[in-house]
């Protein structure tokens, strides 16, 4: 019941700039965290941000100062400011959606996926 679409993906320079989008639908409740993870060529997911219901928010290290993570006044849009691009931030990006359901069980909800390709 729950839908996500990424789009803002694309072929940029290193040093360049892109944003990226992640529309929900569906059954979404306002406790729902949202983020972003990424999948390099030949490598495992790995979590690139995070932003909860009250807009707190976390980043992986490796994007610390350089990528934005926020939500739309409705909290149905997450987005990804991803400045000074490096070859290296190559990767399928993923949106997420992460519900508690109770104290051990939570369930996941993902995008199917936007290509971010840093190359001159």
């Known amino acids: 019941q729950v839908q996500l679409v990424e789009s803002g993906g694309g072929l940029v320079q290193p040093g360049g700039s892109l944003r990226l989008s992640c529309a929900a639908s569906?059954?979404?409740?306002?406790?729902?965290?949202m983020g972003w993870y990424r999948q390099p060529p030949g490598k495992q997911r790995e979590l690139v941000a995070g932003?909860?219901?009250?807009?707190?928010?976390n980043y992986a290290d490796y994007v610390k100062g350089r990528f934005t993570i926020s939500r739309d006044n409705a909290k149905t849009t997450v987005y990804l400011q991803m400045n000074s691009l490096k070859p290296e931030d190559t990767a399928v990006y993923y949106c997420?959606?992460?519900?508690?359901?109770?104290?051990?069980?939570?369930?996941?909800?993902w995008g199917q996926g936007t290509q971010v390709t840093v190359s001159s």
């Open positions: 997420n959606l992460h519900r508690v359901l109770d104290s051990v069980h939570n369930r996941d909800y």
């Open positions: 569906g059954r979404i409740f306002s406790s729902d965290t």
């Open positions: 932003i909860r219901y009250d807009g707190n928010t």
